[in-house]
């Protein structure tokens, strides 16, 4: 198989990513024009960042959904550029909340996608309650990280990430549980053919994208599996 190029896989990624990209790209030649260095920084920081999960899939062999590639690259604007850049965590109150929630229900998905291809399909090879905690752990480790993320670019650069402190970190570490608790709980409910439609067809479209890492997929064995 041949390896695609950046280019290629640039080209391949769908509107709405393309349509941030265009609008970082303009961001940044604007604030360079009028001289706004650390706009300009941004903009390509944040640019650079939204490459990252796509070179990372392309990288190890795993096609990502056109929903998850969206939803990433949308996270990764709203948070750094529209957040950082434009204040939008200090004009709109729910912002923070609605992006820790979001992207914890996000990581509680995916992480339940990534033990699932671990038992490569296997809805048997292990209690679902325990991939369900698996996924769980991974989504809030996710948050946890992201918090010590925030603080260090408080300390090091001088922004404003945690905002109020110690209620700003534990209000998002509480959301990213809950948010979490359900995208395992979503995952959990896939396991016995339940649960809402759009996470069914979040599970059923990356399986089917690859379906290489899911080879015991549908087939059953005996054992409670509970």
């Known amino acids: 198989m041949t390896r695609k190029t950046p280019l290629d896989i640039a080209r391949m990624q769908p509107w709405p990513v393309k349509v941030i990209w265009g609008m970082l790209a303009f961001e940044f030649l604007l604030a360079l024009f009028e001289r706004q260095w650390p706009l300009a920084g941004v903009a390509l920081f944040t640019f650079v960042l939204t490459l990252v999960p796509l070179y990372v899939s392309s990288r190890i062999g795993i096609s990502m959904p056109t929903a998850l590639v969206v939803a990433v690259t949308g996270f990764i604007f709203a948070t750094i550029f529209?957040?950082?850049?434009?204040?939008?965590?200090?004009?709109?109150?729910?912002?923070?909340?609605?992006?820790?929630?979001?992207?914890?229900?996000?990581?509680?998905?995916?992480?339940?996608v990534f033990v699932f291809m671990l038992f490569e399909g296997d809805r048997y090879a292990a209690p679902r309650w325990?991939?369900?905690?698996?996924?769980?752990?991974?989504?809030?480790?996710?948050?946890?990280?992201?918090?010590i993320f925030e603080f260090g670019m408080d300390q090091i650069f001088g922004t404003n990430?945690?905002?109020?402190?110690?209620?700003?970190?534990?209000?998002?570490?509480i959301v990213d549980?809950?948010?979490?608790?359900?995208?395992?709980?979503?995952?959990?409910?896939?396991?016995?053919?339940?649960?809402?439609?759009?996470?069914?067809a979040f599970f059923e479209d990356f399986v089917t994208r690859n379906r290489r890492f899911f080879r015991k997929i549908g087939k059953r064995r005996r054992g409670r599996g509970r």
């Open 82 to 112: 529209l957040g950082e850049a434009f204040d939008f965590y200090n004009r709109f109150w729910w912002w923070d909340i609605a992006l820790h929630g979001g992207s914890a229900l996000g990581f509680g998905l995916v992480g339940f």
């Open 161 to 173: 990430m945690q905002k109020s402190g110690l209620m700003d970190t534990m209000g998002d570490l």
């Open 130 to 147: 325990a991939m369900a905690l698996i996924a769980f752990s991974f989504a809030v480790t996710i948050g946890a990280l992201w918090e």
């Open 177 to 200: 549980v809950i948010g979490g608790a359900l995208g395992a709980l979503a995952g959990w409910a896939y396991l016995y053919g339940r649960g809402p439609g759009f996470t069914r």
